[in-house]
Nanobody, 115 residues
Framework: QVQLVESGGGLVQAGGSLRLSCAAS????????LYWYLQAPGKQREWVATITSEGDSDYDDSVKGRFTISRDNAKRTAYLQMSSLKPDDTGVYYC?????????WGQGTQVTVSS
């Protein structure tokens, strides 16, 4: 079992910044990739960013240059630093991580960007 807990969401004005955290319960955290997803109001959950166990990262084109994903394996925590936020970045952000049997998800954290 893997438990993921997101935090750091909130209300921010356009152009502002937030840092989201995803804390994991599993001792094997460092061995697996970690993903961030966004579910905007009325839309399906969509992929935002990935960080591999080796620390390689990848981003959706919509956030490249504005968001940075990172991880601290000693703390079993991943982060999503979000800058130059836009109203379109509004929604619930989820982190997830795969295991052999299934993909685990956190409960999400709400981000609201006002114009």
């Amino acid at each position: 079992q893997v438990q993921l807990v997101e935090s750091g969401g909130g209300l921010v004005q356009a152009g502002g910044s937030l840092r989201l955290s995803c804390a994991a319960s599993s001792l094997d955290f460092s061995q697996y990739s970690l993903y961030w997803y966004l579910q905007a109001p009325g839309k399906q959950r969509e992929w935002v960013a990935t960080i591999t166990s080796e620390g390689d990262s990848d981003y959706d084109d919509s956030v490249k240059g504005r968001f940075t994903i990172s991880r601290d394996n000693a703390k079993r925590t991943a982060y999503l630093q979000m800058s130059s936020l836009k109203p379109d970045d509004t929604g619930v952000y989820y982190c997830s991580t795969p295991r052999w049997d299934r993909t685990y998800w956190g409960q999400g954290t709400q981000v609201t960007v006002s114009s």
